[in-house]
């Protein structure tokens, strides 16, 4: 019981992972991408997305703490 509720919660986490993964990938490239895709993005496009993500990844971290800091105390 213990081992399928582990196996449970870890694909849970995965999902979740995931369904992050994929929020992120479309708001970014909704608010990048200007343009017909083509085989490169431009300069400005391709700084778009890494601003994007970065701050995608920076708010995640951030509320990540501030949840396992709430959990400490």
Do not use: Y
Not at 2 to 7: A, N, P, W
Not at 15 to 20: I, P
Not at 50 to 66: G, M, P
């Amino acid at each position: 019981q213990k081992e399928l509720q582990t196996f449970l919660d870890r694909e849970q986490a995965q999902a979740r992972v995931q369904q992050s993964i994929h929020n992120l990938t479309s708001m970014c490239w909704d608010k990048c991408i200007t343009s017909t895709p083509s085989t490169r993005f431009s300069r400005g496009e391709e700084g778009c997305l890494a601003n994007c993500v970065e701050r995608f990844l920076d708010t995640s971290l951030f509320i990540v703490n501030k949840i396992q800091e709430q959990r400490g105390q």
